[in-house]
């Protein structure tokens, strides 16, 4: 690990193949995508351990599991998992108002640097937003990331508590980013205890068990 590399506020160069290649594992698993991991696994041979590692244990999943099981599990994970979203104005925004102005303004991002999306993708699904920031602005995209930290975190503890192998994706993510301070660490104690805004009274818990102290 190099010296001081995670408080730079401009992201070394490595990030980008990092962000890269996150953005591409979290993608559906359909066919196109597993003829990337040969390149995927070149790219991850070339990162600091604290995130090639953990990106080569999803490389190597998705190698060793059969196409149909990836992808049911990625379904069952992402999709049907509330606390697995992808999406990450969701967690600080809920589905208020607010969310949509903070898409509004991914989108202003992305376009400034000459992004456009389909209108089938929403700029906050951490795939495009990591594509973004790998391929659009890495200044501006590493400011997007860190913005979402609390809900980079809280999706990573969701996939810890599932036993989910792309948990090893948010930690990679997280390890690109620096450190948690006091103020972000509250933030995703709050988001764990409370959940998203506009969650109604009486569902279960937002985050993990183990941190909320509610049953499983």
Not at 5 to 31: F, I, K, N
């Amino acid at each position: 690990m190099s010296p001081r590399r995670r408080t730079a506020a401009v992201p070394e160069p490595w990030t980008a193949a990092a962000w890269q290649v996150a953005s591409l594992l979290l993608a559906y698993p359909d066919d196109e995508r597993r003829a990337d991991l040969p390149l995927v696994r070149a790219l991850v041979a070339g990162l600091p351990a604290d995130v090639g590692e953990p990106l080569a244990r999803v490389v190597e999943h998705l190698e060793c599991t059969p196409p149909a099981v990836a992808a049911t599990a990625y379904v069952e994970t992402f999709d049907h998992r509330r606390r697995c979203a992808p999406y990450l104005t969701y967690y600080t925004h809920g589905d208020t108002r607010k969310r949509g102005m903070a898409l509004l303004r991914l989108k202003h991002a992305y376009r400034a640097a000459g992004l456009v999306l389909s209108d089938e993708e929403l700029p906050d699904h951490l795939a495009v937003v990591l594509e973004f920031a790998a391929t659009g602005d890495p200044v501006v995209g590493r400011r997007l990331l860190l913005e979402n930290r609390a809900g980079l975190e809280l999706l990573r503890l969701a996939l810890e508590d599932a036993g989910s192998p792309y948990a090893d994706l948010l930690r990679a993510v997280c390890a690109t980013l620096p450190p948690l301070d006091g103020a972000g660490l509250d933030a995703v104690r709050r988001l764990v205890a409370e959940g998203p805004p506009a969650e109604e009274v009486g569902l279960e818990p937002f985050g993990p068990p183990e941190l909320t102290g509610a049953p499983r």
